[in-house]
Structures are given as C-alpha cells and as structure tokens.
C-alpha cells in the first residue's frame, strides 16, 4: 500500500493551493480517505476526509468553508483544496487511509505547506 501526498508549497496568506493523495495497493472502496496536519509544536489534526464508497464528508472546523476534499476513484487519488489560506494553516499535512470495517490505517509521507507574507 502506498499514499503519496503531493502539492505543498509556500504561498501568501489568502491564496490557495491543492494538496493530492494518489492510493496504490488498496481498494479504494473499503476506505475513508483524508488529510491530517501537524504544525510545529503542536498535536496533530484531522482536517478532512471522504469515505470513497458513498463520498461521505468531514471537515474540521478549523477548515470548513475553506477547503474543500474530493475524490476520484478512476484516478485513485484524493485531493484536499485549500482556499483562503491563513498563517495557521502552516503544517506538515498527511494523506490517511482507514479501512471502515477494520479500522486498519496506512498513512503517506508528509508534504509541507507553508502561508508566508
């Protein structure tokens, strides 16, 4: 099994940018799908995530109205995008897989995303 986040970057406060997890090695359909973050210094947080069988959504309330997950089965990725950036929004964001029966996970590598003036 393999996560692969991508699409982290600097941008200034209020832009945006496009986080995406491409999934091998797993059936898709078994899984909620989503993005945690950890900042320096702190714990880490769920934002976000999609169950991919019915496209069941949670947000955080840290990112709701503002960023916004999605799904493509064929492509086998999830992408997280991310609107109106804030200087808090700085973290290490990760790519999680959790197998809804099972409760199994598998987490990708990290991809930073920093807000920066």
């Known amino acids: 099994v393999q996560l692969q986040a991508s699409g982290g970057g600097l941008v200034q406060p209020g832009g945006s940018l496009t986080l995406t997890c491409a999934v091998s090695?797993?059936?898709?359909?078994?899984?909620?799908i989503g993005w945690f973050r950890q900042a320096p210094g702190k714990e880490p947080e769920g934002i976000s995530c999609?169950?991919?069988?019915?496209?069941?959504?949670f947000y955080a309330d840290s990112v709701k109205g503002r960023f916004t997950i999605s799904r493509d089965a064929a492509k086998s990725t999830v992408s997280l995008q991310m609107n109106n950036l804030k200087p808090e929004d700085t973290a290490v964001y990760y790519c999680?897989?959790?197998?809804?029966?099972?409760?199994?996970?598998?987490w990708g590598q990290g991809t930073l995303v920093t807000v920066s003036s």
């Open positions: 999680n897989a959790v197998r809804i029966l099972t409760r199994r996970e598998y």
């Open positions: 090695g797993l059936t898709m359909n078994h899984y909620a």
């Open positions: 999609i169950t991919i069988d019915d496209g069941m959504i």
